[in-house]
Each structure stands twice: as C-alpha cells, then as structure tokens.
C-alpha cells in the first residue's frame, strides 16, 4: 500500500520589497507546518519580494533575496532542523547579463526597471535592459525543491513561460539551452513494481506554465509523480472587456485547470497562490479537502479563498494515483511506440523544422 503524505500549502500576499519581513512569516508558517506533520511546505510565487518590479526599490530587494544564495540557505537550514520538505516558492535570483538577455537601455544610478513594470505589456514584450551597481543584470525566476533532513536541493527550475508584464523584466528559462522541464527525485518514497520502495518524482512549474499543458506532459514524460506549481495569479487580473463577460473568469479557470492537470496527467497538483485559490488536485478525487474533512463531490471545499492569509493541510494518497494510471494508462501510452504526439514535447530550435 502506497503512504500518505500530507502538504501544506502555505498561502499569504507578501509585502513589496520587505525581504526579511516576509521570510519571517513564511519560516513562522514553515514552523507550524512542520508540528502538524506536514511532510512538504509549499510557498507561493514572488514570496519574498512581491512582484513590484516599478518599485524603485524591487532590483535591489531582488539581490537581497538571492546574493550569496543567503535566503535559500536559510531554507536548507529549516528543511535539516524541522525535517520538512520546502518548495519555498520562487526567488528572483539577480545574475549578470548572459547573451540571451536582449535588451533595450534603462538604466540608472543603483538600478532602474522601467515606469510601466505592473502594466499590462500593451508596449510590447520587449525585453529591457537593467543594472544594478552599475552592471548589467537579469533577474531569473527560481524554484527550488529543498529536501527534509539533509537540506540538499533535489531540483529546481527557472521560469520559462512568462506572463506578458513580466517579459520585459525577467529572463525565462531557455529551452535551447537546456531542457528545463525535468523531473527528479525526492525523499518521498512509494512502492516500486518489485515490491521495493523507489523515490517519489516530482517537476516544478510556476504561475502561467499552469496554461501550457507541455510542460506537465514533459514533466510525467520524466516520471514525475507531483507538479508543484508557486503561483502569484490574481482573481482580477484580467481587463476590463474580460471582466463583463464573466466577473469570475479567473476563478473559473483556475478551478478547471488544476483538476484538469492533474486528470489528464495523472499526477498529483500543487497550486499554492499568493493570490488565492490555493488547492491540491488529484485525478480521480478532484480537488483535496483538508485533513480531517470529508472530500466535497463539487470539489471547492479545498480551494483556498481568494485574496486571503491562510494554511491548510492536505492528505495525499499516493494510491490514487497508481490506481488512476491503472484505468486511464496514459503513461503507458506516452511511452508506447505509437505515440503521436512525442515531438511536442520538445523543440530544439529550429532543427527538424519541415520546410
């Protein structure tokens, strides 16, 4: 029989640019996960620093947060002493310009990142050039998967689909580079088809990648078993022409897609949102409700509020998912010879391309 293990999904809207304040929280809320027996943390997207990126103050919040990996070692630090796995959501991780940075100038005298950083990418997605101490940058979203005990990183992932406001300040993840869809292998442990216990897998995804179902694909392609995905995703995010064909359009998709990953791929889904809706997904289930409550047949009673500071504690059975691949097959099929569709998963450049 498969175990269970129980994930926190830890939701809260950080405050702009207040590293140390934010950190706090999230290790208080680590803490209280940990002394409920959760086995896995999950924080949301942008936690330590907000995204703010016209804030004057958001380049230098950003090398805070990732100069010297001093943050993520505070992580490591939590995950050896309270033994809990952390995915501690993502780090903008300041890095010197790399020739996959295209850029257009602003600059200034420590950094500057542009007036238009939270509008809505109506100039295009050009991407800008910025600076911080007089040298030029790119700021890299970053997930980790922090494993309980030793602290080791078992995986991590930098953004590759970034959301159209983003684009000209972040630099994504470049899949000609390398293949950033990769899954790996965690403490977490079920049984093997010998009878043997064989590690968990597990992928990481962030935010917008929620709405390209490749890299869930790519991802159980490599064996992952659970999708993490930090989300910082608010229920008003879209326009207003948007707004008067449905005032929930948001939250609608959101409470499609997950359950919807996770059905089609046979996995188990982690969405921790700093804007809310929080929820973990299982095919079969539907969305989880929190340990000590009976699952809800219209599956809302585990999504978390919109726009709200809470935790909650979720019980995954790893058995769920085997007997759900046992009915749907659609590994089996991934990895069968007749599979149509396996040059989606990955187009490196232009090669192979049909004139």
Same mark, same amino acid.
């Given at each position: 029989m498969a175990p269970n293990y129980k994930i926190a999904l830890i939701q809260f809207q950080p405050k702009d640019v207040a590293v140390e304040e934010n950190f706090q929280k999230a290790a208080s809320y680590i803490r209280k996960a940990a002394s409920s027996g959760a086995h896995l943390a999950v924080l949301p997207e942008y936690h330590l620093t907000a995204? &703010? !990126? @016209?804030? !004057? @103050?958001?380049? $230098?919040? &950003? %090398? #805070? @947060?990732?100069?010297?990996?001093?943050y993520l070692s505070r992580y490591q630090d939590l995950a050896r002493e309270l033994n809990i796995n952390i995915v501690p959501g993502t780090i903008c991780e300041v890095h010197p310009a790399s020739s996959s940075s295209s850029s257009s100038s +602003?600059?200034?005298s420590k950094e500057n990142v542009g007036d238009d950083g939270d509008g809505d990418g109506s100039e295009g997605d050009r991407k800008k050039?910025?600076?911080?101490?007089? /040298?030029?940058?790119?700021?890299r979203n970053m997930a980790y998967w922090i494993s309980a005990s030793s602290?080791?990183?078992? *995986? $991590?992932? /930098?953004? =590759?689909?970034?959301?159209h406001p983003e684009r000209p300040h972040l630099t994504a993840g470049d899949i000609k580079r390398h293949k950033p869809h990769l899954a790996f292998d965690t403490p977490l442990t079920k049984p093997g088809p010998n009878g043997n216990q064989v590690p968990v897998r597990a992928g990481l995804l962030i935010c917008w990648d929620l709405a390209f179902p490749e890299g869930f694909r790519a991802l159980i392609?490599? *064996?992952a078993d659970i999708i993490i995905v930090p989300s910082y995703w608010w229920v008003t995010d879209v326009d207003e022409n948007a707004r008067k064909i449905s005032r929930d359009a948001e939250k609608i998709f959101l409470e499609s897609v997950v359950t919807t990953r %996770? &059905?089609?791929?046979?996995a188990a889904i982690v969405f921790c949102n700093a804007g809310g809706m929080s929820q973990v997904a299982l095919p079969l289930k539907g969305v989880l409700p929190p340990v000590g409550e009976e699952t809800d047949p219209l599956g809302k009673r585990g999504i978390m509020g919109a726009e709200t500071e809470e935790m909650q504690?979720?019980?995954?059975? =790893?058995? +769920?998912?085997? +007997?759900? #691949? #046992?009915n749907y097959k659609v590994r089996m099929d991934m990895g069968g010879k007749g599979w149509h569709y396996g040059y989606t998963l990955w187009r490196d450049g232009e090669e192979g391309k049909k004139e």
């Open positions: 995204w &703010c !990126p @016209s804030h !004057p @103050s958001f380049v $230098s919040a &950003c %090398a #805070e @947060s990732s100069i010297n990996n001093v +602003v600059t200034d050039e910025i600076t911080w101490n007089g /040298q030029a940058i790119e700021i602290g080791a990183l078992a *995986g $991590s992932y /930098q953004k =590759m689909n970034l959301w392609a490599d *064996g %996770a &059905c089609e791929n046979t504690i979720v019980d995954l059975d =790893m058995d +769920v998912l085997k +007997v759900a #691949e #046992e």
